[in-house]
């Protein structure tokens, strides 16, 4: 706002045609520049309707400052905009030889040359409007951009043949987006990895899904696993450990793959690896964000399943046997085994799960159930082995074993069916001599 005591007397270069006029009364001066004022208004010059509030002087403020996209350059908004000003005198006295800039300031710029404008004349209470072609640069953190336009302007004293000028600053503020708009925000919102839970020695891919929970876009998206020695105790396989996404829009998601492997030596755990975020916004200035994931490593059970002794060969429908089943482990590590069991689709089993209990390195337990084949054809069983893992979860560990089943000596000793249907009275009669010894 003008100071309203900033006016400067400069002596007018018409003086000589003002001079015959005659002085007025000091008492009817601030009168006579009132009745002057509302002959302004009346006749319409000038632009929109201002309040007048500043009486016996010119009075110039920005009442109105909106920005928008460039048209043609909408994807460039809001780095690329257009700002409209509206400038009223709110003054009774005419402001004539305006010149408005905006002076050299952290948060905006003229794409080319100056930031001037101006205007003839602007009359008691009327307004102006210009628009300028700007170029963001900053924002505060609150999304927040404060310029100010800087006016210089003269009225004539006709009393004392003087001109007076004016300068003033005028604070704008400028909003482009909702809070937040120039500061987006990522979290990792899902971690996955496939397999679920890798053990030593195993690759996997690694699927980082980030969340941009601001108002404003994130561009040029790095994502990088671990610090400068990896994601330990995993390793990147066929890139490096940095991600890249070209751009989160605003409440949006976007993912980045990696592709590890876990070191062969490594122990079940959960494994904390930290996940560094560089990213820039809207305006081009870069924001970095560090987090923190945990990634689980479990062992898998070394352990070898086979039969103890042969099975009956052929195995024949009808004819009970037993399997006999033994399971080594064969790694290096306990495993906390509760039950093994068989199971078949094909055979029925009976006494077919027993409580082993823990295996040590080298050391191994069977089981012994009774089957029995219904019909002939291939047929499967299935050893499940349930443990409890580092982790107190229970899991299992699976071996099928393949067998052939064939028909019975009887069943496969019978005629073959010849599709007739034998006399009944002649079946009865060689029921009946067999039974008397002669045969049938």
Known sequence: MDNPN???KIMNPTANLHRSAPRRRTALKAAGIIVLALLVIAAGKGGPMADITIYGRPALIVSSAVVSPRPGEEAAYPRVFDLTLTVSNTGSVTA?????????NEYVGTETGSALFGYSYIYPGKSEVTTLHMLLDHADPGGRVQPVIHF??????EEEDISLKYTGDEPVRLSFGEPGWNQPTLLL?????VPETPAPGDAC?????????????AEQVLV?????????????????????????????????DFSLV???????????????????????EELTDTQTVYLKVQNKPALQAGWIGELPAPLRTGEPFEITVEVINIGRQSVNVGTIELTSGELTLTNASIYAGPLDESTST????????????????????????????????THTFQLTVEESAIAAESPADTGENPNFFESIWKAFLAFLGFGG
């Open 205 to 217: 891919i690694l699927t980082v899904k980030l969340a941009n929970i601001s108002s404003g876009a």
């Open 262 to 284: 876990v070191e062969g030596d490594t122990a079940a755990g959960l494994y904390p690896v930290p996940v560094s975020l560089t990213f820039r916004n809207v305006l081009g």
């Open 152 to 157: 210089e302007y003269y009225s004539y004293d």
């Open 224 to 256: 990088r696993l671990g610090g400068a020695d990896g994601p330990k105790p995993f390793a990147t396989i066929g890139a490096g450990n940095v991600g890249h996404i070209p751009r989160i829009p605003a409440h949006k998601t976007a993912a980045v």
């Open 96 to 104: 004539s030889h305006v010149v408005g800039t905006v002076p050299a």
């Open 366 to 397: 069977s089981i012994i159930a009774n089957a029995v084949a219904e019909k002939a054809g291939p047929a499967e069983v299935v050893l499940t082995v349930h443990y409890l893992d580092e982790f107190n979860q229970p899991q299992t560990w």
């Open 6 to 8: 900033d006016g400067e």
């Open 189 to 193: 919102e899902e971690l996955t990895t």
